[in-house]
């Protein structure tokens, strides 16, 4: 199964608002990332964060980590219609050379 | 900076044919290497990580196979393509423990 599962697997929101998603994992990380993928393209990088942070800002975006619940969340404030991706978390399952990805949530932000 | 490239961007073949795609990474050195498969509209599968010129690991039993010939350049092949092979394929390279950059994917479909 999937080391990251993201939840919810598709959000619809109005332009302006907030987008919010949430990722969840099974074993330890060293860095938990989050991905934005449009259709048909390669995976941008968004954000990293290490295990022994627990919130990081990046423009619009905010990334929280709760390794004792084994989660994480993205939001987005101030959502724009070019904001309509998919978005993935992946993790370092343990300081292994590989990454696992989430099951991602569709965003799609209406104008 | 460093780029990666990922070729053909679309290719269609028949069950039983082999297959061939090619990426290559510039501006590092060394780096980490990745092959993944996405189903339309699903997660990434990790299907193959190399770590160096010849140390590559298989994630998933299937009928593909990777290459790592030089540092930069890493190959996904199959002798016999199969209908399930279809999808999306994508490249990445990393840094131990840092982000991933992915390729812009070749979308292969088999009939």
């Known amino acids: 199964s999937q080391q990251g599962e993201e939840d919810p697997q598709a959000l619809s929101i109005q332009e302006g608002e907030n987008a919010t998603m949430n990722c969840s994992y099974k074993t330890s990380i060293n860095n938990l990332q989050w991905y934005r993928q449009n259709s048909g393209r390669g995976l941008v990088h968004l954000i990293l964060?290490?295990?022994?942070?627990r919130e990081k800002h990046s423009g619009r975006l905010r990334v929280t980590l709760d390794t004792s619940k084994k989660s994480s969340s993205l939001l987005i404030t101030a959502s724009r219609a070019a904001d309509t991706a998919s978005y993935f978390c992946?993790?370092?399952?343990?300081?292994?050379?590989?990454?696992?990805f989430g099951t991602g949530t569709r965003l799609k932000v209406l104008a | 900076s460093q780029t990666i490239h990922q070729w053909p961007a679309t290719l269609v073949q028949p069950v039983g044919s082999p297959l061939s795609l090619e990426c290559t990474v510039e501006g590092t050195s060394n780096p980490n290497l990745y092959w993944y498969r996405q189903a339309a509209g699903r997660g990434l599968q990790l299907l193959f990580y190399?770590?160096?010129?010849?140390?590559i690991s298989s994630e998933v039993p299937q009928n593909l196979s990777a290459s790592r010939p030089q540092d930069r350049q890493f190959i996904l092949s199959s002798k016999k393509l199969l209908l399930s092979d279809s999808g999306f394929y994508l490249c990445?390279?990393?840094?131990?423990?840092?982000?991933?950059?992915f390729g812009p994917g070749t979308r292969l479909t088999v009939l």
């Open positions: 990445a390279w990393s840094e131990q423990g840092w982000e991933q950059f």
């Open positions: 964060i290490r295990s022994n942070e």
């Open positions: 992946a993790t370092d399952a343990g300081g292994t050379y590989k990454y696992i």
């Open positions: 190399s770590i160096g010129i010849d140390q």
